[in-house]
Each structure stands twice: as C-alpha cells, then as structure tokens.
C-alpha cells in the first residue's frame, strides 16, 4: 500500500488549497479514505472521510463548510479541497486508509496558512 500526498503549500488567510491524494497496492475503490493533520504540538485529528462509492461524506466540525472531500475511482485518488482557510488549519495533511487489521498512513504535505 502506498498513498502520496500533494498540493500543500504557503496560503493567506482566507485563500483556498486542494490537496490530493494518490494511492496504489489494493483496490482503492473498496476502502473508506480519510485525510488528518496535525499541528505543531498537537495531536493528529481527523478531517474528513469518503465512503468507497463516494456517497457517504463526513467532516469535522472545525472544517465543515469549508472543505470538501472527493474521490476519483478510475485515479485511484482522493482530494481534499480547502477554502476560507484560516491560520488554524495551518499543519501536515495526512491521507489515510484504515482497514480492521491495519493502518496505512501517507507522509503528509504540509499545509502554511498565513499573511
């Protein structure tokens, strides 16, 4: 299982960001997919998740309004775009599959939300 992450970057408040997610090593049209991030000194919260078909969506409180998970099937890809960012959401982005007996994690693309 391999997922990497992309599209992070330095963003003032109030400007957008769509990071993207590419996964290969099973078949990711099976799979719920997540994004987190974790911030200086904080612990990893969770962000978003995707249903496999993509009809299922749900998000933090903190995000919800703002962002919006998706999900290309055909790419094996899930994107996580971000906009009104705020200075807060400023940390590393990580993609994630999460199965019963395993845990796969991306390396995570750094997210700088500042003036």
């Known amino acids: 299982v391999q997922l990497v992450e992309s599209g992070g970057g330095l963003v003032q408040p109030g400007g957008s960001l769509r990071l993207s997610c590419a996964a290969s090593?099973?078949?990711?049209?099976?799979?719920?997919m997540s994004w987190y991030r974790q911030a200086p000194g904080k612990e990893r919260e969770w962000v978003a998740g995707?249903?496999?078909?993509?009809?299922?969506?749900n998000y933090a409180d903190s995000v919800k309004g703002r962002f919006a998970i998706s999900r290309d099937n055909a790419k094996n890809t899930v994107y996580l775009q971000m906009n009104s960012l705020k200075p807060e959401d400023t940390a590393v982005y990580y993609c994630?599959?999460?199965?019963?007996?395993?845990?796969?994690w991306g390396q995570g693309t750094q997210v700088t939300v500042s003036s």
């Open positions: 995707i249903s496999s078909s993509g009809g299922w969506r």
């Open positions: 994630n599959n999460r199965r019963a007996d395993s845990d796969y």
């Open positions: 090593g099973f078949t990711f049209s099976s799979y719920v």
